[in-house]
């Protein structure tokens, strides 16, 4: 899966707050740009508040970036979400970023700044 990174960082009406939240789980996404950690590792990794957290989770769902599965065990007990990073189109000029199957970091090509 390819998401682009422009795509995020250049969009004007995610906050902040929501981009930050987005590279998190950028870092934990596999090769389906699904990944599952908990809020409290969001929390963790990010330096926001858990109520901010939570806020920016549901932006980025409201606005399509990121799409939310409750996973439950056979006894319907919550095991955790899963986060799913939608795939989208972007500029043609803009780079796109390889999502790791591991949990290591995405690679960013370098752009030609022309």
């Not at 902040?16 to 996404?29: D, G, M, Q, R, S």
């Not at 596999?30 to 963790?44: H, L, N, Q, T």
């Not at 970036?65 to 955790?80: H, I, M, Q, W």
């Not at 390889?98 to 090509?109: K, M, T």
Request: aromatic share 6%.
């Amino acid at each position: 899966m390819m998401v682009h990174w422009s795509d995020i960082f250049d969009n004007e009406t995610l906050s902040p707050h929501a981009k930050l939240v987005y590279c998190c789980l950028v870092k934990y996404a596999g090769k389906k740009g699904e990944c599952f950690p908990s809020i409290a590792r969001i929390k963790k990794k990010t330096g926001l508040a858990r109520s901010t957290v939570i806020k920016a989770i549901a932006e980025l769902t409201e606005k399509g970036v990121v799409r939310v599965t409750k996973r439950e065990s056979e006894g319907s007990a919550f095991l955790s979400n899963v986060y799913t990073l939608v795939r989208h189109t972007s500029p043609a000029n803009s780079a796109p970023v390889r999502i790791a199957d591991d949990r290591s970091r995405p690679e960013i090509p370098e752009t030609d700044p022309t």
